[in-house]
């Protein structure tokens, strides 16, 4: 399953070229897809299917640009948290769940997932369905199979078990749109987890986790519940550290809530730790930040997507969901990260100041890094190309 990324600088020494420079380039993606299209016929998927799927497969620049590099500079937890866990995004999963409250009450019931963990990986993955990726599917990953040069085999065996979702009648081959390592739905599932995990929770004899939210909610936790996932037990909760703490730490290091209450840890509140069940303790950004108490629950969360900053994002949001507040402690920077809203503020106003960065539109990718640069070091700042409140606020932005 691939997640939202931040889009990195291009690497023009690898990547940057066209399919019209390079004639063999051209030959060599169409040579790829037609065996492609061998070994997807030889799999048993129709003729009609495959051939439609990689008709007029065009390099693809993108896909390929996003397979082989790695983000320009690292998302600090603070940025990743501002924008995943903001206030649309809270307020807009409130009017969701209230509009699908009788799905996720079955949900939860039936598979025995909590309702608020379920709609808050809903939006973290999709903003509640609205944002699925725009890649088509079968195209990429050609393109990332063919060119890129990275787990060609993994890519092959996805884009095959994409085809076999349409072969199944599960879903349209129009539909297969998502992002640019095969991950689509509302809930973004690779093809090959989809193909084993997917449930038709709608009774209509399809397992569409793309036009079927119900669909899609059930399937996500059935991913959580195959998982580990354990309803008796929290995802985790915020603590507060004892002056000059200095024990053990991390997810995997569990001991009991008993243990760690012996250690001077105590909810945020200041209350004593109860409960008979294991926890590790999660220092996001050490012992300075925020700290956390997550069970097996928060494992079965990362699995989703193998970072710790995803889960901690869905956990949160999802107490947010449930009504509880923002975190307590703060986060240990003088430059908080930005919200959705204004790092889309954030853009029109380096726009108005005469920096390119392209069309508005809330992301961050190479164009605006670089003007940001540009804008810090007009002001004085150092050149980091971070979207944080203090060039925000230098360009008139208020938080």
């Known amino acids: 399953m691939t997640r939202t990324r931040i889009a990195g600088r291009m690497a023009a020494a690898l990547i940057a070229v066209t399919m019209a420079t390079f004639p063999a380039a051209a ?105 699925k990726g725009d890649f088509f599917i079968p195209h990429a990953l050609a393109n990332v199979i063919c060119l890129s040069g990275r787990r060609a085999d993994y890519f092959k065996g996805e884009l095959i078990a994409a085809l076999k979702i349409v072969a199944d009648g599960d879903i349209r081959l129009k539909d297969l749109n998502g992002s640019w390592a095969g991950a689509f739905g509302q809930t973004q599932f690779m093809p090959s987890t989809y193909r084993r995990l997917a449930v038709d929770f709608d009774g209509d004899g399809h397992k569409d986790l793309v036009n079927s939210s119900a669909d899609a909610l059930a399937s996500a936790a059935n991913y959580l519940k195959k998982a580990g996932w354990n309803n008796r037990l929290p995802w985790g909760f915020e603590v507060r550290l004892p002056k000059g703490y200095d024990g053990p730490s991390g997810r995997r290091k569990r001991a009991t809530l008993e243990s760690w209450a012996r250690r001077g840890i105590t909810h945020i509140n200041g209350a004593r730790l109860k409960g008979d069940y294991s926890a590790g303790l999660l220092l996001p950004a050490g012992r300075n930040g925020p700290a956390f108490l997550v069970t097996s629950n928060f494992d079965a969360l990362y699995s989703y997507n193998v970072a710790e900053s995803y889960a901690l994002a869905i956990g949160h949001l999802s107490d947010r969901l449930r009504g509880h507040g923002p975190l307590e402690a703060r986060w240990p920077t003088d430059d908080p990260g930005l919200s959705r809203a204004q790092r889309l ?22 164009l605006t890094q670089d003007a940001i640069r540009k804008a810090e070091i007009r002001h004085g700042m150092e050149p980091t190309g971070r979207p944080g409140t203090k060039i925000y606020r230098a360009l008139g932005g208020t938080k």
């Not at 897809?33 to 390099?59: F, H, K, Q």
């Not at 503020?345 to 190479?366: A, F, T, W």
């Open 27 to 131: 030959a060599s993606l169409k040579s790829c897809v037609e065996g492609l299209r061998r070994d997807a016929e030889r799999a048993g998927i129709p003729d009609s299917i495959t051939g439609r799927a990689l008709a007029n497969v065009a390099y693809d620049e993108k896909a390929v640009r996003f397979s082989r590099t790695q983000p320009e500079y690292k998302t600090e937890i603070w940025d990743y948290m501002a924008f995943l866990v903001d206030l649309e995004r809270i307020q807009d999963g409130r009017a969701q769940m209230k509009r699908h409250r009788t799905t996720l009450a079955q949900v939860q019931k039936r598979i025995g997932v909590d309702q608020y963990i379920v709609a808050a990986l809903w939006g973290v993955e999709t903003d509640y369905g609205r944002k």
């Open 345 to 366: 503020d954030l853009q029109r106003r380096l726009m108005v100041n005469g920096y390119n960065i392209g069309q508005p539109d809330g992301l961050i990718g190479p």
